[in-house]
């Protein structure tokens, strides 16, 4: 049995998966096949309308925009010898340093950067043409974990986390979660050093007092969602309580879900149980629970890839209503589409209102949404 289908019969106890009964008569789940495919050309027409001549998305010294959005463009079908491709890869090709980063020069995104560009290399990755780039990009990615490397006490909120890449940066989980996003895809495993060591930095950004959190906000909020950061005095979009907690929401909580189950963690674990009851308590497609439309196409995308990780098909919400998240959520992003195939956050908080980034998050979301059979006993 595979560890995502194990993880997915486990879950059954939680109440998140159910795969028989009269609720579920419909024969596949997700949306319908065609529509998606209408869907998925016209974001990826404009994605190729948008791209300026030097292969670039956006901005030409800011490969991190560029980068997702070729991302995307791969996990969506369209192959590595496509000309857009092509000029994007070598457009990337030119932020390729000689300590094995691959970021602008004087960058202050080095890991940011790095991580979303291997990524990119991983899935164009034909013949090995990139393979020694990868190594040479996990290496040094691996070096700006804060660790012992940094003289970084695994007491210290910091350990095992990591930032954007600056110096004097300090971690935070999303940049730890594309950081294990990009180690996976070069190759590490759940029992991977640099792995274990993240899963003591994201055990720190819940909200779950334990022998794993003993960080000063462990116990104020304990609801088991997550926030941005422990570290620097502790941080969290969603704003603190008047008793210095700091509030769980919906990106944060789905990212540090998924890296959990990346780390090995399994639906016995209390922090895999506590983290499910908050998104069972939060499910929404509408909005990022509790930042409502800030941050809403990057929530999409944490959220589509923390579902598929756990193999769910269906989520039971705490009302006990049944939700086939895939056609929920594609469907949503069907009727947000605008007419030029583009999408965009009109709350521009982490650039969401620029169409090529909302566009690349919404297409890697609708990665996750294809149409499959349903399961049963």
């Known amino acids: 049995m595979s560890r995502m289908r194990s993880l997915s019969?486990?879950?059954?106890?939680?109440?998140?998966?159910?795969?028989?009964?009269?609720?579920?008569?419909?024969?596949?789940?997700?949306?319908?096949?065609?529509?998606?495919?209408k869907v998925r050309v016209r974001a990826?027409?404009?994605?190729?309308?948008?791209?300026?001549?030097?292969?670039?998305?956006?901005s030409p010294d800011s490969p991190a925009v560029s980068g997702l959005v070729a991302f995307s463009l791969l996990q969506s079908g369209v192959p590595a010898n496509d000309p857009v491709i092509e000029k994007a890869m070598k457009h990337f090709e030119s932020f390729v340093q000689t300590d094995g980063?691959?970021?602008a020069p004087k960058s202050q995104l080095a890991n940011y950067e790095t991580s979303i560009l291997l990524l990119v290399f991983h899935e164009a990755n034909q013949q090995g043409k990139h393979t020694e780039l990868i190594k040479q990009a996990d290496r040094f990615l691996r070096k700006l974990q804060w660790d012992e490397t940094e003289q970084t006490d695994q007491s210290d909120p910091k350990y095992g986390g990591a930032g954007y890449g600056r110096t004097g940066d300090r971690p935070d989980l999303s940049n730890t979660s594309f950081f294990l996003d990009a180690l996976e895809a070069a190759g590490a495993k759940s029992d991977d050093p640099a792995v274990q060591n993240a899963l003591v930095f994201l055990s720190r950004c819940q909200n779950l007092e334990s022998e794993y959190n003993t960080t000063a906000a462990a116990s104020k909020i304990?609801?088991?969602?997550?926030?941005?950061?422990?570290?620097?005095?502790?941080?969290?979009?969603?704003?603190?309580?008047?008793?210095?907690?700091?509030?769980?929401?919906?990106?944060?909580?789905?990212a540090g879900l998924k890296s959990m189950v990346f780390a090995g963690l399994t639906p016995h674990d209390k922090r895999v149980q506590a983290a499910t009851e908050w998104?069972?308590?939060?499910?929404?497609?509408?909005?990022?629970?509790?930042?409502?439309?800030?941050g809403l196409f990057y929530y999409f995308h944490v959220f589509s890839k923390s579902l598929?990780?756990?193999?769910?098909?269906?989520?039971?919400?705490?009302?006990?209503?049944?939700?086939?998240?895939?056609?929920?959520?594609?469907?949503?992003?069907?009727?947000?589409?605008?007419?030029?195939?583009?999408?965009?956050?009109?709350?521009d908080r982490w650039y969401e209102g620029n169409p090529d980034l909302a566009t690349a998050f919404s297409l890697m979301s609708l990665k996750y949404c294809d149409p499959k059979p349903a399961k049963t006993n």
């Open 101 to 103: 980063g691959i970021y």
């Open 308 to 347: 598929a990780t756990l193999d769910l098909d269906y989520l039971r919400d705490e009302a006990g209503q049944l939700h086939d998240w895939r056609k929920e959520l594609a469907n949503h992003l069907f009727q947000l589409q605008q007419e030029n195939g583009a999408w965009l956050n009109k709350s």
């Open 44 to 58: 990826i027409n404009f994605l190729k309308t948008s791209q300026s001549k030097d292969g670039s998305w956006t």
């Open 222 to 254: 304990n609801d088991g969602g997550f926030y941005y950061t422990p570290a620097a005095g502790g941080n969290s979009p969603a704003g603190q309580t008047e008793n210095g907690g700091l509030r769980s929401y919906g990106s944060m909580t789905y």
């Open 279 to 294: 998104i069972k308590k939060h499910y929404s497609v509408q909005e990022n629970p509790g930042l409502g439309q800030q």
């Open 9 to 37: 019969s486990l879950l059954l106890m939680f109440g998140l998966l159910l795969v028989a009964g009269p609720e579920l008569s419909a024969q596949t789940i997700g949306p319908k096949a065609e529509e998606l495919a």
